[in-house]
C-alpha cells in the first residue's frame, strides 16, 4: 500500500464575459487568422527531436505560432449534442496556448499546466456573440511567487488582446 496525502488549495478565478456584435463565424474567422495551429502529439514530436530549448522554440514558432502568439489545440463543439435538450445556439469550447508562454509559468510552478493552454468558450448570441473565458493568473496563482505571478500576467494581457482583436473590442 502506498502513502498519498490530498491538500486543498481555495482560490478564486476571475470568469470573464465579452460581447460582440460580431457573429459567430466572424469571430472564428478572425480567431483562426490570428492563431496558428497544433496538436500535443506534434508538439512533443518536436520536442524529441530537437537538441536545444532554442531550437524547440524555434521550430514552434515557425511552424505553429500565429500572429497573436497562439496556436489553436482543440475544438470541442457543444452544438450538436445541446440540440436534444432544446437548445439550438452554436456553443463552441477552445482551446489555445503556446509551449513557449507556458514554459515562463511552469518553470515557477509545474501546477500551472492544469490551467495551461487557456480555454475559452464561444457561444452564439443572436445576430452577436458572446465569449467567456477566465483570467489565466486568477487560476495560476493561488500562493505568493512573484514570478509566476509576473508569467502570468503577460499570459492575461496577451489572451486580452487577442480576444479584443477578435471580438472587436479593440
Do not use: C
Amino acid at each position: 500500500m502506498s502513502d498519498a496525502t490530498r491538500t486543498t488549495h481555495d482560490f478564486a478565478g476571475k470568469r470573464i464575459e465579452v460581447k460582440s456584435s460580431l457573429a459567430f463565424d466572424e469571430i472564428m474567422k478572425r480567431l483562426r487568422e490570428q492563431t496558428g495551429k497544433s496538436a500535443v502529439p506534434l508538439i512533443n514530436e518536436i520536442a524529441s527531436q530537437s537538441h536545444s530549448p532554442q531550437e524547440f522554440d524555434a521550430e514552434v514558432t515557425r511552424r505553429f505560432v500565429g500572429p497573436s502568439g497562439f496556436m489553436l489545440f482543440a475544438e470541442i463543439d457543444h452544438s450538436g449534442w445541446i440540440t436534444i435538450y432544446g437548445i439550438h445556439r452554436r456553443v463552441l469550447r477552445i482551446i489555445l496556448g503556446n509551449p513557449l508562454l507556458a514554459i515562463t509559468m511552469m518553470r515557477e510552478d509545474l501546477s500551472a499546466g492544469l490551467f495551461a493552454p487557456v480555454e475559452v468558450l464561444l457561444v452564439e448570441d443572436g445576430e452577436g456573440s458572446t465569449l467567456y473565458y477566465v483570467q489565466p493568473s486568477s487560476l495560476m496563482v493561488i500562493a505568493e511567487n512573484e514570478p509566476l505571478l509576473k508569467a502570468a500576467v503577460a499570459l492575461d494581457h496577451k489572451l486580452e488582446e487577442l480576444i479584443g482583436t477578435i471580438t472587436g473590442l479593440i
